[in-house]
């Protein structure tokens, strides 16, 4: 079973950036990866994906030219660097991995998740 940890999360003032980190225990390579962010008294919801070659990504509307993501398989880390960030934007973000590359909150495998706040 695949273990994941995030890192990078923090308080930042709006219109500043972060990158988050999602370092996974085993050969990430063999997985489809996505960022998930749940702000307070929401439902999880999906932020972006990147297949596991890296060569096809998704993200939500909401963050289309400001987040990126990204993947390094030779270090079993992937990516989501957030620019332009937003109020709208707080929440703990979660990375997830699977074998189905998808926008659902249906990956097998998820981190413990990592804060974001974003102040006005």
């Known amino acids: 079973q695949v273990q994941l940890v995030e890192s990078g999360g923090g308080l930042v003032q709006a219109g500043g950036s972060l990158r988050l980190s999602c370092v996974a225990s085993?050969?990430?390579?063999?997985?489809?990866m996505g960022w998930f962010q749940q702000a307070p008294g929401k439902e999880r919801e999906f932020v972006a994906s990147?297949?596991?070659?890296?060569?096809?990504?998704y993200y939500a509307d909401s963050v289309k030219g400001r987040f990126t993501i990204s993947r390094d398989n030779a270090k079993n880390t992937v990516y989501l660097q957030m620019n332009s960030l937003k109020p709208e934007d707080t929440g703990v973000y979660y990375c997830?991995?699977?074998?189905?590359?998808?926008?659902?909150?249906?990956?097998?495998?998820w981190g413990q998740g990592t804060q974001v706040t974003v102040s006005s």
């Open positions: 990147i297949s596991w070659d890296g060569v096809t990504t």
């Open positions: 085993e050969p990430a390579s063999a997985y489809h």
């Open positions: 997830s991995a699977g074998h189905l590359l998808t926008t659902q909150s249906t990956y097998r495998y």
